[in-house]
């Protein structure tokens, strides 16, 4: 098993290297990493100007862009063949419920889930890398266990792509895994503002709302109660359930679209 290795909280994390080296007994695995924290980026990618590739020490290659930006290159330039799984983390702090659709860590496995290959996120529910290692076992359990639904080859089936939340628990003291779906936020909070040196005003962008729904079934309740939560994602945006909506919508009121008519 061929493992590509990113993460959102540079190349120098903790959780990247325990993820390495928890990783690196059952697999061939390749890190390519951002060089600096890109925590919120996303999916986002760089074209506006170069990005370079280096090398540290402990042989981990880094990219100067987002973590999108690393897996994207490495598939598409970088490595010889493609792997047969893309992990990401782990990361420091959670990525549950509308924080999934700013993770830079979900960001770099979707990018690999983009190009067909299956791929999971991994993150530790609080910040400071507490017992760090469990989360590393506990992420190599899982990527042996999800290897026997690997693909033989990349592309010859359908990629799947995981969000995985740890809590900061010993090994032993970490519940069964629960499949859940994400939960909710409130609306963040309000933006700060600060002066500048110069007299400008400065804008920080406030913390996440508080949580809105975490009911039974959400990863929210599930990492709450010890237990670690994985929720199946997907790309599609389709709102599939409004299209009859909105086709009765555009059919009564829409406009002449598409036929030159006002």
């Not at 924290?37 to 506006?48: D, F, G, I, Y």
């Not at 979707?110 to 890398?129: C, D, T």
């Not at 500048?196 to 990492?223: C, L, Q």
Request: glycine share 10%; proline share 6%.
């Amino acid at each position: 098993m061929k493992i590509l290795i990113c993460n959102d909280d540079g190349y120098q994390a903790t959780g990247i290297e325990a993820l390495y080296q928890a990783l690196r007994g059952v697999a061939d695995v390749e890190v390519i990493a951002p060089e600096y924290n890109n925590s919120a980026k996303s999916n986002a990618l760089t074209l506006h100007s170069p990005l370079y590739l280096q090398q540290a020490a402990n042989g981990f290659r880094y990219i100067n862009g987002t973590p999108a930006d690393c897996v994207h290159i490495a598939l598409t330039g970088l490595l010889d063949n493609p792997p047969d799984l893309v992990v990401s983390g782990i990361n420091n702090g959670a990525n549950m419920g509308d924080d999934t659709i700013y993770s830079g860590t979900v960001g770099a496995a979707m990018e690999g889930y983009l190009f067909g290959i299956p791929a999971i996120a991994f993150s530790q529910v609080e910040k400071g890398w507490e017992h760090i290692e469990a989360a590393a076992e506990t992420a190599k359990r899982l990527v042996q266990h999800m290897a026997r639904f690997l693909p033989e080859k990349p592309g010859m089936a359908p990629p799947w792509l995981l969000n995985v939340n740890i809590p900061n628990l010993p090994l032993e003291q970490l519940k069964p895994m629960r499949l859940c779906r994400l939960g909710r936020r409130h609306s963040a909070e309000r933006v700060i503002t600060q002066q500048s040196p110069r007299g400008e005003t400065m804008y920080w962008i406030g913390n996440a709302g508080a949580v809105k729904d975490d009911t039974e079934g959400t990863d929210f309740h599930a990492t709450a109660h010890g237990h670690v939560s994985v929720t199946p994602l997907k790309i599609d945006l389709t709102d599939h359930e409004a299209l009859g909506y909105w086709a009765q919508a555009f059919t009564a009121h829409g406009p002449d679209l598409g036929t030159g008519g006002a």
